[in-house]
Every structure is written in structure tokens, then in C-alpha cells.
């Protein structure tokens, strides 16, 4: 039975990053075939993301909590702190992922391509993003498809628009652009996020599974590393202020490919991969990039001065 990818509906479609280095693309709505699995009663349920300011965590947190509040067991992480060895101990996963430069992040992906063997494991997974038709579908189905090749079988996927936290975007003075943004994550998206939840348990239950879908559009020629280049070829300056450094390690713990020196905080350039993870969360601004000439500044500071808070999800119930 084919059916809409009706999740696409109901996730906000966000306009986001600074389109510098991003080509026009084409937003398709792929269907998504059903396939008949034995239908399984899950319990232990592991909830894993990549996070860097926030907005993936929120959801997958959420997911946890309203599991939970099921009776299942439920393990809920980002997936830096998850120890891969226990991957083989859930029946269900749920991997969480921001789009970044139109896929889930490359480091991310490597992890899941390291994990141990998982045949038959129930897996979804959902992408959070800020930008308008920035190949979310396809940065979604690619987590599905990295666990498929471990040997799990994908059942689900879902896409959750928020404020983008691509800084130069903000930086250059098109602020306005994120903040039409601002009132997300909101009860519509709590919603939608239940919706998934709860239709991933049902599909687990009833035994419907899902052969991977592809959308093809024009950015699934320039994501990843082709994007990453091009930015970094308009960023310059990227080092610590040591005058305003506080030395808290936020930035350290923040580079998920370890290009910040722990004792020195010096930043080794041809190892980042300009997520901005370090400038966006960094609490005094001491972390210091240039985009096309213009001082970035973060997402901490970007919601300091709009006076936006992020709410957290509800409690579950
Ligand atoms: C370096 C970078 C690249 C991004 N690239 C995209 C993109 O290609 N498409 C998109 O829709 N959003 C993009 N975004 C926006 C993020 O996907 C979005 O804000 C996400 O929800 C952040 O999740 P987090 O708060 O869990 O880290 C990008 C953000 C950053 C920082
Ligand atoms: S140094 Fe580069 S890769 Fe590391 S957090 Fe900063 S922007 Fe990301
Ligand atoms: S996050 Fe900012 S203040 Fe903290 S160690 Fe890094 S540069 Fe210094």
C-alpha cells in the first residue's frame, strides 16, 4: 500500500541558512511503500541524537518521555554519550538528526555505520531543520538507510522545521528570515511529534515496516562535503578571543570532530567542518568567525538579544 508521506505536511516548512553556497532545489514529496514485517510488541527503546543547540534534543527527549509514559523502557541520549556495544539490546530505535548542508552530519552517519550488527531492530528517525526544502527528506531517509545497512528495518521517518541556527544568516542582517521562525517549537509541533511517536509504536505493533524512499532533487548533488568546502572557503578568522575566553570547554565539547585543542582552546581549521557548534554555543562570544568579511555571532547570543527562550516540550501524559 503506498501512502503520502503526510508527515512532510505537517512538519513547518522553515526557511533558514544564508543560500550563499546553496543552489535553488526542488522539494519532492516522495511515497513511501509499505512492507510487511512481523508485527513485534516493543519495550526497550533507545532515543538517540546529534544535537548542537537544542532543537534536535527537544524532540527526541519528547519521544522518550511520551515512551515512557507507555511503559516502555527507554534509554535517551545524544549519541556522543551512547555507549554503540548496547545498540543490540533495544528492539526500537529512534535516531534525531539537524539537517546540516542538506544531510545529517557526516560524523553522525560514520557512528551509525560503526554500529554493531542489528537485524530486525525497528528503527525511525527524524531530522530537524531550518531551511526551505533543504533536502530534509532525503537527510532523513539517509539515517534510515545507514540503519538498514546495519541490519535494522526502517519503519518511520519525520521531518520538524524550527529557526535555523546557520549564524552567518543572522550575522549578515537577515535576521528577519529566522525570526518568522520564532514561535517554533509550538503546540502544533508537540503534535506532530506525537503523531510520530505514537504511529511508530502502532507500526511496530501491526507489522508495518517501510522500504527506504528517495527524493531526488538537485541538492543531493551539492550536500555534505561540496557545501562544507564552499563555506569554508567564505569564513576567515575562526579562533578564541582569549580576553573574553572564559575557559568553560563549552566550544570543546561542542566539535564533534575534535578540531579544538581541550588545554589551548586553538582551533585547527582543516579539521573543522563549519557546523558552528563552537560559535553558536559558545557563552561569552570569545569565539571568534568571520563570514564574507562580517563578524558571525551565535545562537546564544542571536536569542539573547531577541529575548526568545525555546520552550521545552510539555510533559508527556
Ligand atoms: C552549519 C549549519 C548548516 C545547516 N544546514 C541546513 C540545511 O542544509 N538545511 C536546513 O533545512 N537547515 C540547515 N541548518 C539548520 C539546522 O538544521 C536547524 O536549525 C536544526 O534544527 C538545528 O538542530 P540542533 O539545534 O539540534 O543542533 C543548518 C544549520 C547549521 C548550523
Ligand atoms: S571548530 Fe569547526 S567543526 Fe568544531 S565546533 Fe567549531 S565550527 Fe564545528
Ligand atoms: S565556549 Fe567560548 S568561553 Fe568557553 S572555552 Fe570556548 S571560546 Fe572560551
Known amino acids: ?15 533558514g541558512a544564508a543560500a550563499v553556497t546553496w543552489l ?15 508485527p513485534a510488541q516493543p519495550r526497550r527503546a533507545a532515543v538517540v541524537w546529534f544535537s548542537q543547540t537544542g532543537h534536535t534534543r527537544r524532540i527526541g527527549q519528547w519521544i522518550a518521555r511520551l515512551w515512557q509514559a507507555q511503559g516502555l523502557d527507554v534509554v535517551a541520549s545524544d549519541y556522543r554519550q551512547f555507549d554503540r556495544a548496547q545498540m543490540p539490546a533495544f528492539d526500537l530505535i529512534v535516531l534525531g538528526s539537524p539537517v546540516n548542508y542538506f544531510e545529517a552530519p557526516g560524523h553522525f552517519q560514520t557512528w551509525i555505520d560503526s554500529l554493531p550488527p542489528l537485524a530486525g531492530t525497528r528503527v525511525a528517525a527524524y531530522v530537524t531543520f531550518g531551511g526551505e526544502g ?11 538507510d545507514r540503519m538498514a545497512g546495519r541490519g535494522a528495518q526502517p519503519v518511520d521517518l519525520a521531518l520538524f522545521g524550527n529557526m535555523s541556527t546557520f549564524a552567518p544568516t543572522w ?3 537577515n535576521e528577519a528570515r529566522i525570526l518568522a521562525y520564532r514561535h517554533l517549537p509550538d503546540a502544533g509541533t508537540w503534535a506532530s511529534v506525537r503523531r510520530f511517536a505514537d504511529g511508530v509504536l502502532e507500526r511496530v505493533r501491526t507489522g508495518n515496516g517501510i522500504a527506504v524512499p528517495r527524493d531526488w532533487n538537485t541538492r543531493e548533488l551539492i550536500k555534505g562535503t561540496p557545501s562544507i568546502a564552499g563555506t569554508k572557503l ?15 570547554g563549552t566550544c570543546v565539547g561542542a566539535c564533534p570532530v575534535g578540531a579544538i585543542d581541550a588545554a589551548s582552546r586553538a ?9 558552528l557548534g563552537c560559535v553558536n554555543t559558545c557563552p561569552t562570544g570569545a569565539m571568534k568567525m568571520r563570514f564574507l568579511g562580517t563578524p558571525v555571532y551565535g545562537f546564544t547570543e542571536f536569542l539573547r538579544r531577541n529575548a526568545i527562550t525555546i520552550a521545552e516540550p510539555p510533559a508527556a501524559g
Not at 134 to 144: C, E, H, I, Q, R
Request: aromatic residues 2%.
Open 134 to 144: 533543504g533536502n530534509t527528506f532525503n537527510a532523513a531517509s539517509g539515517l534510515l
Open 267 to 275: 582551533v585547527d581549521t582543516s579539521r573543522c567542518v563549519a557546523c
Open 1 to 15: 500500500m503506498k501512502r503520502r508521506n503526510f508527515l512532510l505536511g505537517s512538519a513547518a516548512v522553515v526557511a
Open 24 to 38: 535553488p532545489g526542488v522539494a519532492g514529496r516522495p511515497t513511501i511503500d509499505d512492507v510487511p514485517i512481523p
Open 234 to 248: 567564505l569564513i576567515g578568522g575562526h579562533a578564541v578571543d582569549a580576553d573574553t575566553c572564559s575557559e568553560c
Open 171 to 173: 550575522s549578515l542582517g
